[in-house]
């Protein structure tokens, strides 16, 4: 009898070729989704820190005024000017009344729609310190901030 030599495998097969770009696909399929969650949950966390100057200015100026009547224009009493970036995006904040509102943040939804900030002071007697609580929509756990964080309830 003759004996036949061994070849040697070369390369891979079609099969296991197939089953890589599957478990890529799977991979791709789970990690696209979060990390999208997770930029538009770092840019509502932007947008907080960016506005947290004009929190402060216009705690300031309520004590020093003893009203917001005359803490709404941007540049005046120490309010600061709050230009758009890439966390606080459209028109700039407004501060009428005392509350400040940016209506659309980088932080989005899914469908691209940009999160608002809304921030009401608390101006209780008893308070040593101003609270914020924040009513917009950028208080979502999924694409914004969590119960918690930035004010939100």
Known sequence: MKAIPKQ????FTLIELMIVVAIIGILAAIAIPQYSDYTSRTKAAGAMAEL?????????????????????TMGSNAIPIVVTSKFLTGAAPTTAGGTITQAATGATLNDGTALSVILTPSTQSNQANMLWPNTGTICNPTRGLKPGQGGCP
């Open 8 to 11: 040697l495998q070369r390369g």
């Open 52 to 72: 947290d100057s004009l929190k402060s200015a216009m705690a300031i100026c309520y004590q020093n005024e003893g009203s917001f009547a005359n803490c709404t």
